[in-house]
């Protein structure tokens, strides 16, 4: 799993221009695949939501727009140039002021037991030191009874396979690397999706944390999907 220094220090370097790779990289399906989480974080009807490797900030937009001013939202990510940039977007949305970005580490968050209703985290599960741990302290935040949704990259199958790793491994480095400056970021991006559980695997994985009712649907030719397990 990548070391957690390394990763802080790739985000900060590809932070001012994270956002315009992410549309261009995903042919603009992330809005798509933000919008599922969002229903699926809806669908609990949740008093607090905390947003976790929550980088830019558009998944707490997200959630905040369409959870309205009686939801608590919270954004939590480790690296603090990732949050400038989602502080910076919050100073040009009236909307979303009482959205709380703050500093937090997955491992070891800053939140007490069974605070939250929802937790999401978006392409950020992948990057974490211990995943396993970091499965366990989301277990330990939420409620008896709340969600957990991860969207994140997963392992595409049949004839689409040889395509998304033709994609990542050829097009995603070159092209992220035009578009931020920083190739080895989005080389990362390839290696890391291609270790990553794939759908079964991860279910797996959250069944070992604790979690209950976990389910998951693949989105874009099974390359994406997203989770969602219950405590």
């Not at 798509?32 to 830019?56: E, I």
């Not at 959870?67 to 989602?86: I, K, N, S, T, Y």
């Not at 559980?197 to 279910?203: E, H, I």
Request: proline share 5%; glycine share 10%; with cysteine.
């Amino acid at each position: 799993m990548p070391e957690a220094r390394a990763i802080e220090e790739m985000f900060g370097g590809i932070a001012p221009r994270y956002d315009l790779a992410n549309h261009v990289l995903s042919c603009g399906m992330d809005f798509g695949w933000r919008r599922q989480l969002v229903r699926a974080a809806a669908a609990a009807k949740p008093k607090t939501v905390v947003d976790l490797c929550t980088g830019s900030g558009d998944v707490a937009f997200a959630l905040k727009r369409e959870l309205g001013p009686d939801v608590e939202v919270r954004g939590l990510d480790f690296c603090a140039p990732m949050l400038a940039q989602a502080k910076r977007k919050q100073a040009a949305r009236p909307w979303a002021q009482d959205i709380i970005f703050g500093v937090g580490d997955c491992l070891s968050l800053p939140l007490a037991d069974e605070s939250a209703d929802v937790v999401t985290i978006a392409w950020g599960l992948r990057n974490l030191e211990d995943r396993a741990r970091g499965l366990r302290e989301m277990r330990r935040v939420l409620r008896p009874g709340g969600k957990l949704l991860v969207l994140d990259n997963s392992q595409p199958e049949g004839w689409t396979r040889p395509l998304c790793r033709f994609y990542l491994n050829a097009i995603v480095p070159v092209a992220g690397g035009l578009l931020t400056g920083r190739g080895g970021a989005y080389r990362y991006l390839a290696t890391s999706s291609a270790t990553f559980p794939g759908r079964a695997a991860l279910a797996e994985e959250m069944r070992a944390a604790g979690f209950a009712q976990v389910r998951h649907e693949a989105l874009a030719f099974g390359s994406v999907a997203l989770h969602e397990a219950v405590k």
